[in-house]
Structure formats: structure tokens, C-alpha cells
């Protein structure tokens, strides 16, 4: 599953761009904007997969807002205007919709994003209650410590066990989870939002911890 933003000042083509993305398995809408500087904020606050890019746009035209990006997600470019193609493509767009387009173009364009990083075929084998559990590591929200114990949240239950969060850490996809506080180690791919100093994670509020901000700032905004 692709998360996806829309960024387009019409209404019209946001209705027609929501329209579609729901159409398509795949996908999953995040959020919708009027303007660029308005989804500069929304992508400080969470990550996407996919952007629809409109660029005419007053303010900021989206060819400016995607060079203003240190780290973009997957664009696709969305314009009534044939002349900007060539510089699109120069800023490594994955494809550019020319309006009015239709469901099947949009699907083709949709099918040459390559699908978000992250192995979900990665597990970690803990020992907890008697029992020995293999849990996927799609599967982990965020891992809590209490001393020399954890407890691992998973959408399903909770798992407490004997173990520092150090070593699990080490036994984990290193770009996939990211210590945020000394007591606190989180699933980059869960994070509903951020608001101020706490990480909402499925209901969960996770603490951000002062020696870890830059680090996850770096990670989760880019």
C-alpha cells in the first residue's frame, strides 16, 4: 500500500484525482492541499509515498516546491501545460499527467512507482512467557523498555520479555526502526503524525527525546 498527497489549487482536479486514488487498490490518500506551501508543513508532520503534483500554482508552482525538497517522495506531475515535460523529467519525476487525463493514464502512471522500501518478509525471534514467538517486523509498532525488560507492541497484542533495547535494536532492519528516546525505540513505517515533542504511533503517544531529535528529523523528515 502507497500512501499519496494531492497538491492542486483546482477543486476539480482534487476531485478527480480523489475519485481515482480510491479506485486503485494500491493507494491510499493521506491528505490533499490548495497550495505547495501549505504541504510543506503536512510533510513535516508525516511521510507519503506518492505525490500528485499540480504546477501552476500561485505562491509557489510546484516545480519549485519539488527542487525546494531535500528528499522528496515518488512525484507525479499533474498539468494543463504540455511545455513544462522536458524539465520534469530532468527533476527525476516518475511520470507527467497532462489535463484533462484519464483513469486508464493515470493507472499507467501509477504502475511505474516502484513500491515503498521495507522488507516484510524480515523477523525477529523473542522469548516471552514460556513461549517463543517469531514476529514480523511489519507487524511492530514500538518497542518500550522497563530495565532489563521490554515490552513489543504489535498491532495484534503486547509482548514483555528479558532484554535490553540496545541488543533488540541490533537485531532489527536498521532503516526501518529508529531509538526516539532512551525508554522508546518506534517503527518508522507506523508513525501517524508527529506534534511537537510526541510521536502518535496507533493511538500510542511515544515521547521525542532531546538527544534523538535531530536524528529522527533527519529519518523521518529527510
Same mark, same amino acid.
Given at each position: 500500500m502507497?500512501t499519496?498527497l494531492?497538491?492542486?489549487?483546482?477543486?476539480?482536479a482534487?476531485?478527480?484525482?480523489?475519485?481515482?486514488?480510491?479506485?486503485?487498490?494500491?493507494?491510499?490518500?493521506? *491528505?490533499e492541499c490548495? /497550495?505547495?506551501?501549505a504541504a510543506?508543513?503536512?510533510?513535516k508532520?508525516? %511521510?507519503v509515498?506518492?505525490?500528485?503534483?499540480?504546477?501552476?500554482?500561485?505562491?509557489?508552482?510546484?516545480i519549485?516546491?519539488?527542487?525546494s525538497? $531535500?528528499?522528496? $517522495?515518488?512525484?507525479?506531475?499533474?498539468?494543463?501545460? %504540455?511545455?513544462?515535460?522536458?524539465? /520534469?523529467y530532468?527533476?527525476?519525476?516518475?511520470d507527467?499527467?497532462?489535463? $484533462?487525463f484519464?483513469f486508464?493514464?493515470?493507472?499507467?502512471a501509477?504502475?511505474?512507482?516502484p513500491? $515503498?522500501s521495507g522488507?516484510?518478509?524480515?523477523y525477529?525471534?523473542?522469548?516471552a512467557d *514460556?513461549k517463543?514467538y517469531?514476529i514480523?517486523?511489519?507487524?511492530?509498532l514500538?518497542?518500550?523498555?522497563q *530495565?532489563?525488560?521490554?515490552?513489543?507492541?504489535?498491532?495484534?497484542?503486547r509482548?514483555t520479555?528479558?532484554?535490553?533495547?540496545? %541488543?533488540f535494536s541490533?537485531?532489527?532492519?536498521?532503516?526501518?526502526?529508529?531509538?526516539?528516546?532512551?525508554?522508546?525505540?518506534?517503527?518508522?513505517r507506523?508513525?501517524?503524525?508527529?506534534?511537537?515533542?510526541?510521536?502518535h504511533?496507533?493511538?500510542h503517544?511515544?515521547?521525542? *527525546?532531546?538527544?534523538?531529535?535531530?536524528?529522527?528529523r533527519?529519518r523521518f523528515?529527510g
Amino acid at each position: 500500500m502507497m500512501t499519496c498527497l494531492i497538491i492542486d489549487d483546482e477543486p476539480v482536479a482534487r476531485d478527480i484525482l480523489r475519485t481515482y486514488i480510491s479506485d486503485t487498490p494500491q493507494l491510499t490518500l493521506t *491528505g490533499e492541499c490548495e /497550495s505547495a506551501v501549505a504541504a510543506l508543513s503536512i510533510l513535516k508532520e508525516q %511521510s507519503v509515498d506518492l505525490i500528485f503534483l499540480d504546477i501552476n500554482m500561485p505562491k509557489l508552482s510546484g516545480i519549485s516546491f519539488l527542487k525546494s525538497l $531535500p528528499a522528496p $517522495p515518488k512525484v507525479i506531475l499533474t498539468t494543463a501545460y %504540455s511545455e513544462y515535460a522536458l524539465e /520534469s523529467y530532468e527533476l527525476d519525476v516518475v511520470d507527467y499527467l497532462l489535463k $484533462p487525463f484519464s483513469f486508464e493514464r493515470f493507472l499507467k502512471a501509477v504502475n511505474k512507482v516502484p513500491e $515503498p522500501s521495507g522488507n516484510d518478509d524480515a523477523y525477529v525471534v523473542i522469548k516471552a512467557d *514460556g513461549k517463543t514467538y517469531r514476529i514480523n517486523e511489519k507487524d511492530i509498532l514500538f518497542a518500550e523498555s522497563q *530495565g532489563d525488560y521490554i515490552t513489543l507492541h504489535t498491532r495484534e497484542k503486547r509482548h514483555t520479555f528479558n532484554q535490553t533495547l540496545k %541488543s533488540f535494536s541490533d537485531e532489527l532492519t536498521p532503516s526501518d526502526f529508529l531509538r526516539v528516546h532512551k525508554s522508546y525505540l518506534i517503527a518508522l513505517r507506523q508513525i501517524d503524525y508527529v506534534e511537537g515533542n510526541m510521536i502518535h504511533i496507533n493511538g500510542h503517544d511515544i515521547p521525542l *527525546g532531546k538527544v534523538y531529535k535531530d536524528e529522527f528529523r533527519n529519518r523521518f523528515i529527510g
